[in-house]
Nanobody, 121 residues
Framework: QVQLVESGGGLVQPGGSLRLSCAAS????????MGWYRQAPGKQRELVAT???????NYADSVKGRFTVSRDNAKNTVYLQMNSLKPEDTAVYYC???????????????WGQGTQVTVSS
Protein backbone atom coordinates (compact mmCIF):
# COMPACT_ATOMS: atom_id res chain seq x y z
CA GLN A 1 0.00 0.00 0.00
CA VAL A 2 1.05 3.58 -0.68
CA GLN A 3 -0.20 6.51 1.36
CA LEU A 4 -0.11 10.13 0.25
CA VAL A 5 -0.75 12.82 2.83
CA GLU A 6 -1.39 16.34 1.56
CA SER A 7 -1.35 19.59 3.45
CA GLY A 8 -1.29 23.33 2.85
CA GLY A 9 -4.57 24.19 1.17
CA GLY A 10 -6.87 26.96 2.31
CA LEU A 11 -8.41 30.32 1.52
CA VAL A 12 -6.23 33.10 0.12
CA GLN A 13 -6.87 36.47 -1.49
CA PRO A 14 -6.04 37.10 -5.15
CA GLY A 15 -2.34 37.78 -5.53
CA GLY A 16 -1.51 35.74 -2.45
CA SER A 17 0.58 32.61 -2.03
CA LEU A 18 0.16 29.09 -0.72
CA ARG A 19 2.46 26.10 -0.45
CA LEU A 20 1.16 22.56 -0.80
CA SER A 21 3.02 19.51 0.47
CA CYS A 22 2.51 15.82 -0.19
CA ALA A 23 4.41 13.09 1.65
CA ALA A 24 4.45 9.55 0.28
CA SER A 25 4.92 6.50 2.48
CA UNK A 26 4.40 2.76 2.43
CA UNK A 27 5.43 0.32 -0.28
CA UNK A 28 7.34 2.81 -2.39
CA UNK A 29 9.50 0.89 -4.79
CA UNK A 30 10.56 3.32 -7.47
CA UNK A 31 9.16 6.82 -7.76
CA UNK A 32 9.22 7.84 -11.40
CA UNK A 33 7.45 11.17 -11.02
CA MET A 34 5.53 13.24 -8.49
CA GLY A 35 3.22 16.12 -9.10
CA TRP A 36 -0.06 17.93 -8.75
CA TYR A 37 -3.37 17.93 -10.57
CA ARG A 38 -6.47 19.99 -9.87
CA GLN A 39 -10.18 19.78 -10.46
CA ALA A 40 -12.53 22.73 -10.39
CA PRO A 41 -16.31 22.30 -10.03
CA GLY A 42 -17.83 21.07 -13.28
CA LYS A 43 -14.46 20.57 -14.93
CA GLN A 44 -12.17 17.64 -15.62
CA ARG A 45 -9.08 17.00 -13.57
CA GLU A 46 -6.09 18.69 -15.17
CA LEU A 47 -2.34 18.59 -14.78
CA VAL A 48 -0.80 21.46 -12.84
CA ALA A 49 2.87 20.49 -12.52
CA THR A 50 5.03 17.40 -12.36
CA UNK A 51 8.65 16.66 -11.52
CA UNK A 52 10.44 13.50 -12.60
CA UNK A 53 13.05 11.61 -10.64
CA UNK A 54 15.82 13.31 -12.60
CA UNK A 55 14.47 16.73 -11.74
CA UNK A 56 12.86 17.74 -15.02
CA UNK A 57 9.59 19.62 -14.62
CA ASN A 58 6.43 20.15 -16.61
CA TYR A 59 3.83 22.87 -16.03
CA ALA A 60 0.42 23.72 -17.35
CA ASP A 61 0.58 26.91 -19.41
CA SER A 62 -1.87 28.59 -17.05
CA VAL A 63 0.52 28.35 -14.09
CA LYS A 64 3.92 28.87 -15.72
CA GLY A 65 5.85 31.63 -14.02
CA ARG A 66 3.58 31.56 -10.96
CA PHE A 67 3.84 28.01 -9.59
CA THR A 68 6.96 26.02 -8.75
CA VAL A 69 7.07 22.27 -8.16
CA SER A 70 9.92 20.74 -6.18
CA ARG A 71 10.68 17.51 -4.35
CA ASP A 72 12.72 16.18 -1.46
CA ASN A 73 13.76 12.68 -2.50
CA ALA A 74 15.02 11.79 0.97
CA LYS A 75 11.57 12.51 2.40
CA ASN A 76 9.55 11.27 -0.60
CA THR A 77 7.80 14.62 -0.53
CA VAL A 78 6.66 16.91 -3.32
CA TYR A 79 5.83 20.59 -2.92
CA LEU A 80 3.89 23.12 -4.94
CA GLN A 81 4.67 26.77 -4.29
CA MET A 82 1.83 28.86 -5.68
CA ASN A 83 2.34 32.60 -6.07
CA SER A 84 0.23 35.34 -7.64
CA LEU A 85 -2.86 33.22 -7.15
CA LYS A 86 -5.95 34.01 -9.21
CA PRO A 87 -9.63 33.15 -8.63
CA GLU A 88 -9.42 30.72 -11.53
CA ASP A 89 -6.86 28.70 -9.55
CA THR A 90 -9.66 27.72 -7.18
CA ALA A 91 -9.94 23.92 -7.21
CA VAL A 92 -9.28 20.75 -5.30
CA TYR A 93 -5.61 19.96 -5.72
CA TYR A 94 -4.55 16.30 -5.84
CA CYS A 95 -1.08 14.93 -5.29
CA UNK A 96 -0.01 12.27 -7.78
CA UNK A 97 2.84 9.78 -7.56
CA UNK A 98 3.88 7.50 -10.39
CA UNK A 99 5.64 4.37 -9.21
CA UNK A 100 7.47 2.33 -11.80
CA UNK A 101 7.13 -1.45 -11.75
CA UNK A 102 9.90 -3.38 -13.42
CA UNK A 103 7.75 -6.51 -13.27
CA UNK A 104 5.02 -4.94 -15.37
CA UNK A 105 7.22 -2.37 -17.17
CA UNK A 106 4.79 0.43 -16.48
CA UNK A 107 3.90 3.19 -14.07
CA UNK A 108 1.20 2.87 -11.45
CA UNK A 109 -0.63 6.02 -10.35
CA UNK A 110 -1.40 6.85 -6.74
CA TRP A 111 -3.49 9.81 -5.61
CA GLY A 112 -3.82 11.88 -2.50
CA GLN A 113 -7.17 12.68 -0.93
CA GLY A 114 -7.18 16.23 -2.30
CA THR A 115 -6.88 19.60 -0.64
CA GLN A 116 -9.10 22.60 -1.33
CA VAL A 117 -7.54 25.82 -2.57
CA THR A 118 -9.88 28.81 -2.73
CA VAL A 119 -8.76 32.14 -4.12
CA SER A 120 -11.27 34.84 -3.26
CA SER A 121 -11.48 38.33 -1.86
Amino acid sequence: QVQLVESGGGLVQPGGSLRLSCAASGNIFSINAMGWYRQAPGKQRELVATIRSGGSTNYADSVKGRFTVSRDNAKNTVYLQMNSLKPEDTAVYYCNVKLYSGTFSRDFDYWGQGTQVTVSS
